[in-house]
């Protein structure tokens, strides 16, 4: 095949073509089912990240009233909340790009899979058995199906909301409202993307839904409503230079209970026996 995208190094799109090629002869030829494969491979490889973003995010979750604690204390010095923010980020070993590395691998294989499907080759060797269910050509837009696209965009912006919806469950409302937003914006740019890229894209949410119910399963989000405050937060939770507020955390992440009150001395009286 020939490959115009600078950007994505050849040996990556040789492999890609590779796997894909790999499924479309192990299924009997569909290139629809192919694609759907594919992008089960490459979820599964990326799988142990994902995990360790999804406890870095749930990580985050919990820590997040402290969080806003430091941004309201340090709203008008941003460079003091800043390092504030890193050096919390440091006490409680937290990474806050970690939820967003799965997230970020998933766009090389997205470009390389846009610029396999948009090949003059490729669609040479899919001529004759370009469809997959209503879908007449997967390597061409939907443009001219509009009732196909139509249904295709309406699942992708379903199954879309759906994944954000469970993905992001406690998280920052503003970031949320946000997240819920973007499929429709996207609309836009995928009504014009090939119909096997838009497979690509739905059959993704799919697997982000279910492997979000299979990770709150074994990843339960930690509950800090018995009053605990995470290591290291309570240290920061109080003024720069400041004695730490009563009830504060130690090292180990214990609680201290505050000093009792002072015993007050008896009077004597002046009679003795």
Known sequence: MQHHLAIIPQPFLTVL???????????????????ILLTFTIR?????????G?????????????????????????????????????????????????????IPFFIALFELLRSESFKGDIAGNAAFGPIDNLA????????????MVVLYVATQLIATMITSIGGDKTQQRIMMALPFVFVVFIINFEAGLIVYWITTNVWTIGQQLVVRKLYPRPD????????????????????????????????KAPPPSPRKKKKRSGRRR
């Open 17 to 35: 073509e590779d796997v894909l090629t790999f499924w479309h002869d192990l299924v009997g030829g569909s290139w629809g089912w192919a694609i």
């Open 44 to 52: 599964i490889l990326i799988l142990p990240l994902t995990f360790k």
């Open 54 to 106: 999804v406890k870095s995010m749930q990580k985050l979750q919990v820590l997040q009233p402290e969080m806003k604690k430091i941004q309201e204390r340090y709203k008008d010095d941003r460079q003091r909340m800043n390092q504030e923010m890193m050096k919390f980020y440091q006490q409680n070993k937290v990474n806050p790009l970690g939820s967003c590395l799965p997230l970020l691998l998933q």
């Open 140 to 151: 061409e837009p939907l443009t001219s199906q509009p009732v196909v696209l139509g249904f």
């Open 224 to 255: 800090l409503t018995d009053g605990a405050v995470p290591a290291g937060a309570a240290a920061l939770a109080a003024p720069a230079g400041g004695p730490a507020p009563s009830g504060a955390a130690d090292g180990n992440g214990a609680a």
